[in-house]
């Protein structure tokens, strides 16, 4: 594709369940290396780029809860699985000649970076893809919320949601053959209408400061470059 992309800073959010492939679980690093070629495609064009990746591949502190854990422990184990995650997209990255920071929101020195404002800010100034590991460092929270109190602090244009499909739908497309993909949709109408964008706290989180989210199909070879162009088929929340 050919069409200029117009943005400067962004916000990737993948889930981690994007990274396990076919598999059922945990890291597939086949599909680690594809997506961090879609990464490195907008790297290249000079675009800054946060990314923000989950946990529930190897996981979520909610079902930890249900099975009895008590959930402060286990949402700390679910902030620990998104730093393998990162970890696992920092070597991806690297093997392409990409620089990147794994920056933590839990400090653990020796593998990644604690989080500092500014100086995350600069690593991207530096081109240096920034990938924020262990959510937002609290129970209670997950990593679309994260994504968005990340990409508000680094000034990011837009959030960029990588799924499974190719936006927001009126109803599972995966159950009804007659779902409906919206173009575009409120913040309030994925309140109100219970959206399966994002958790409420994080909408409500973008909404607040006119931040955008894209939400797009991973699965599309060149999908992040083409979407960042305004190409392909996406649900744009704003
Ligand atoms: N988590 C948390 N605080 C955060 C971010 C994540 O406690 O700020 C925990 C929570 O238990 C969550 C798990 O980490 O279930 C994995 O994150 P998430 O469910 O958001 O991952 P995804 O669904 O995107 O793979």
New binding site residues.
Partial sequence: STAPVTYGRVML?????ALMGDQGFGLHPPTVQRIANEVKSVHELGVEICMV?????V??????SAQGMERTT??????L??VMNALAMQSALEALGVHTRVIS?IRMDEVAEPYIRRRAVRHLEKKRVCIFA?????????????ATLRANEMSCEAIFKGTKVDGVYDKDPAKHADAKRYDNVTYDDVLAKRLGVMDASAIALARDNSLPIIVFSLDEPGGFRGILAGQGTYTKVQ
């Fill in positions: 959010k993948i889930s981690g369940e990746i989950g946990g529930g591949n996981f979520r502190g909610l079902q930890g286990a949402d700390y184990m679910g902030m699985a998104t929101a262990a959510g937002t460092g609290n129970p209670y929270f997950t990593t679309d919320t994260a």
